[in-house]
Structures are given as structure tokens and as C-alpha cells.
């Protein structure tokens, strides 16, 4: 535990002060209850003492103290919070390589069903869009709150010619941020429109901290391997200067296998590289997925760590709760036992 002001901390040196003092009352009160002529008749007139509940009520007020005096000091501590990210884009590859077998029934099906089973631990609150990418990029569900509607999506994926993986990015970002213009002239093939008379002049962009933005991230699945499209690092890139995570996941086996597609035939392997560099550069993680069990794995961790975060977090409001609370313990007990408030 660290502290914003931790000078404050000094006065918790008071606290053996007041015990010394509680002390030398409690001696004080004896050696004047001595002077009496019969200590038979001082007894009579107290009746039984309060023993060891006499010292409850000032212990907890001590407790008190203390917990308010760390509260001013504002301590901080690391906790794990509900995350504020709250839209997802599922960036898939839906390019012909991902029909090898090397993880069963294949990378596709096994990707499918990873994807369903991850979007089931989110909780409704979360939005979700997917986007399919092969030698193009498509959004092929807007973020959504309906599973239903996601599942449907996924399920209608087609294998395509080529892998264009930072056409995935790039549109990734676009469903994201669809009020920035991103250009997306590189993806459709397109020159951009000219701004009509009507338009909102285009605001400019401002680079932010890499991995500073907290309302949503991107999942990247994929084999890794780029044959179109733009080049994938310039489009991580493009995403940890809008502050992005990119979290890139790698099916298959680094083996690799070859497969047959359309009269072609091709050696498909996992480019690890590519997908470390995508997640280095936006502060995100790479995961490795060599099986259909590895990939369902991958997408649980995912899941608790996109709902749920550990950040520094100030907790002051919590002792000087607790100190709030002792103080009133202390005086409902000396009130019970006692008549009065200590």
C-alpha cells in the first residue's frame, strides 16, 4: 500500500501519546479513590466494577483514530474493479488458411466456437461487434448487446481468398471510433469523398498514450499470416495512437500444415512475430492457441481480464468508514454499559 500524502502518517505517533495518557488517568483515579478512610465503603458505594469493559469503549475510539489518521494520508491499493471497457470488436480471419485441421475439427470451427463461448462470460452490459476479415475487411455484426445476434453472425462466416489482417485493424478501429473518419480507402480500394458544403469539418487527431483507452478493445484472432492488404504493424499503429489495446490471439500450430483451396495449394504456419509486435506496440498481450482446448483457454482469460481490471485505487473512503463505525461501536457501548458517552 502506497500514499498519496504519506507525511500524514506522522501523526499516528500521537496515538502512543493519548495511550500514555489514558494510563496515567486510570492512576491518577486510583490514587485519589485511596484516600478514602474505608475502601470497604468505596466499594459499597460503586457496587461491582466494570472490570475489563471500562477499556472497551477507549480502545475502539484509539481504533478510530488511527483508521481516520490513515484515511488523511490517502492510502492507495491495488484492486480489482469492474472494467470500464465497454465495447468489443472480435477481429476474425476467415481466410482459406484457416480450414487446416492442425487444430480440430479446424482453425475455423474451433475459432467459432471459442468466439461463442467467450461472448457467453461477458455480461449483457457489454457490447460486442465482430468483424470478418480474408482478403478484405467486413463488419459483419455492429457492436450489439444481443448474443443472439452475435452467434448469428459468427455462424455465417465464409472461408475467403487471401488474408488482409490490417484491413481487420483498420475497420476494427473504425467500428470503434465510427464518428473520427477513419480513412478506409486502403480497405474498400476507394479514394475518400470530399467534404460537401453541409459537412461537419474534420476534427484533427491528437496521438494519445498507448493503451490509455478504457471503453473498449480489440480481439484479434488469426493465423498470422498476411498475404493483402495493409501492412498489420502500420494498423497497430494506428490503433496505440488512439490508445487501443490490440489483443492478438494466434490459432494454430507453429508447424503448420499444408492444405488444398479452389485447385491451390499452400503451407500455412503461424506467424508468432507479427501478432507479439500488433499486442507490444498497443500495450496488450499475445496468446498462443495450438489446440481447440488452448483456444477456449485463451478466450476465458480474456473474458476475466476485459470485465474485470487490477488498477491503483485510492481506498481512503474505507478507513474513514471504518473509523466512522468504531466511533459509533464505542459510544453505543459505553452508552449500553455505562449511561453515558465514556
Known amino acids: 500500500m502506497t500514499f498519496v500524502w504519506p507525511d500524514f502518517l506522522w501523526l499516528l505517533l500521537l496515538l502512543p501519546a493519548l495511550v500514555a495518557l489514558y494510563v496515567w488517568l486510570l492512576l491518577r483515579?486510583?490514587?485519589?479513590?485511596?484516600?478514602?478512610?474505608?475502601?470497604?465503603?468505596?466499594?459499597?458505594?460503586?457496587?461491582?466494577?466494570?472490570?475489563?469493559?471500562?477499556h472497551v469503549p477507549p480502545a475502539l475510539l484509539l481504533g478510530a483514530l488511527a483508521a481516520l489518521l490513515v484515511a488523511v494520508a490517502r492510502p492507495l491499493a491495488v484492486v480489482t474493479l469492474p472494467s470500464q471497457q465497454q465495447t468489443i470488436v472480435l477481429a476474425m480471419d476467415v481466410s482459406g488458411s484457416m480450414r487446416a485441421t492442425d487444430v480440430q475439427p479446424n482453425r475455423l470451427v474451433a475459432s467459432q466456437e471459442a468466439a461463442k463461448a467467450f461472448i457467453n462470460e461477458l455480461p449483457r452490459s457489454v457490447r460486442v461487434g465482430i468483424v470478418s476479415f480474408a482478403g478484405t475487411a467486413a463488419v459483419v455484426q455492429p457492436p450489439t448487446q444481443s448474443h443472439e445476434d452475435m452467434f448469428a453472425a459468427i455462424d455465417r462466416f465464409q472461408l475467403q481468398r487471401a488474408t488482409a489482417i490490417g484491413s481487420?485493424?483498420?475497420?476494427?478501429?473504425?467500428?470503434?471510433?465510427?464518428?473520427?473518419?477513419?480513412?478506409?480507402?486502403?480497405?474498400?480500394?476507394?479514394?475518400?469523398?470530399?467534404?460537401?458544403?453541409?459537412?461537419?469539418?474534420?476534427?484533427?487527431?491528437?496521438?494519445?498514450?498507448?493503451?490509455?483507452?478504457?471503453?473498449?478493445?480489440?480481439?484479434?484472432?488469426?493465423?498470422?499470416?498476411?498475404?493483402?492488404?495493409?501492412?498489420?504493424?502500420?494498423?497497430?499503429?494506428?490503433a496505440a495512437d488512439r490508445g487501443v489495446k490490440v489483443y492478438a490471439v494466434g490459432i494454430g500450430t507453429k508447424e503448420g500444415e499444408t492444405i488444398g483451396f479452389e485447385g491451390w495449394s499452400m503451407r500455412v504456419r503461424l506467424d508468432e512475430d507479427t501478432l507479439k509486435n500488433i499486442a507490444n506496440l498497443t500495450r496488450a498481450e499475445y496468446f498462443y492457441a495450438g489446440t481447440a482446448n488452448d483456444l477456449k483457454k485463451v478466450y476465458q482469460s480474456l473474458s476475466s481480464r476485459l470485465v474485470v481490471e487490477r488498477k491503483e485505487t485510492e481506498v481512503s473512503s474505507l478507513f474513514a468508514a471504518a473509523g466512522a463505525l468504531l466511533m459509533v461501536l464505542a459510544a453505543g457501548l459505553s452508552v449500553a454499559w455505562f449511561g453515558r458517552v465514556m
Open 29 to 54: 483515579r486510583k490514587k485519589n479513590t485511596l484516600r478514602y478512610a474505608s475502601l470497604s465503603l468505596v466499594k459499597q458505594a460503586l457496587g461491582k466494577g466494570p472490570g475489563w469493559r471500562r
Open 168 to 238: 481487420g485493424i483498420v475497420l476494427s478501429l473504425a467500428t470503434l471510433f465510427p464518428d473520427e473518419g477513419i480513412d478506409l480507402s486502403q480497405i474498400t480500394g476507394q479514394r475518400p469523398m470530399p467534404p460537401g458544403p453541409g459537412d461537419k469539418p474534420k476534427k484533427e487527431f491528437t496521438p494519445v498514450p498507448p493503451g490509455s483507452y478504457n471503453s473498449g478493445a480489440i480481439i484479434l484472432l488469426t493465423d498470422g499470416q498476411r498475404t493483402t492488404g495493409p501492412d498489420p504493424i502500420d494498423a497497430a499503429k494506428m
